[in-house]
């Protein structure tokens, strides 16, 4: 399937299951080899990562923890505007070496946000994974550990990122037409 229609958008196949699939693996070798002889507490962002996290982690093979948290946006009253709140995040990782899986980084607005609340826990370390990233959005420069692809500012759905709320299912990435 080349082509999509989901409510009033359409879509091309941008990356195919394949594709996926062998930067997935390349990208949990990587992690396996950075994290040998330590125990990662991995922190999966939902929702739109689960799909990269769940077969991300199949290839990961140290000893590891997973968590799941999740970044809520919500009009603030004060003079920045959007205020962000991060759900469970606990306690569990100070002194932990910590990895955040992130499906995409866009403006990178929710990520710096979110390992500004993951810093002040004092974790060892903090590192962050994201299937995409899109550099010519990026407001303000962030270091992503390890990226699956870089990818031109174009809206994507698919494999876990949703179009209003569909599209997570689907197993390859599409581009906005
Ligand atoms: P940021 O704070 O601008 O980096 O936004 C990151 C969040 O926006 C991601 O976690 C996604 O939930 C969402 N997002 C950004 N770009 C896309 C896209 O192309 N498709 C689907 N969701 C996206
Ligand atoms: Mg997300």
């Not at 769940?54 to 990961?60: G, T």
């Not at 370390?125 to 420069?141: G, H, M, N, Q, T």
Request: aromatic share 8%; hydrophobic share 40%.
């Amino acid at each position: 399937m080349h082509m999509l229609k989901i409510k009033d958008k359409e879509f091309t196949l941008y990356l195919s299951q394949k594709e996926l699939e062998r930067k997935v693996k390349e990208l949990g070798e990587q992690i396996s080899k950075d994290y040998q002889g330590k125990s990662p507490i991995v922190l999966g962002v939902l929702n739109g990562a689960f799909m990269f996290l769940s077969d991300l982690m199949k290839e990961v093979e140290v000893p590891l923890e997973l968590s799941f948290i999740k970044i809520a946006s919500y009009s603030g009253t004060n003079s920045t505007g959007k205020v962000k709140e991060v759900i469970g995040l606990s306690e569990d990782v100070k002194g932990r070496h910590v990895l955040i899986v992130e499906d995409i980084v866009d403006t990178g607005l929710s990520m710096t946000h979110l390992k500004e609340m993951v810093e002040a826990q004092k974790p060892a370390s903090i590192a962050i994974a994201s299937l995409l990233v899109k550099p010519e959005a990026l407001k303000e420069p962030i270091d992503i550990d390890y990226v699956g692809f870089d990818i031109p500012t174009k809206f994507v759905v698919g494999y876990g990122l949703d179009y209003d709320g569909f599209g997570r299912n689907l197993k390859e990435i599409y581009q906005l037409k």
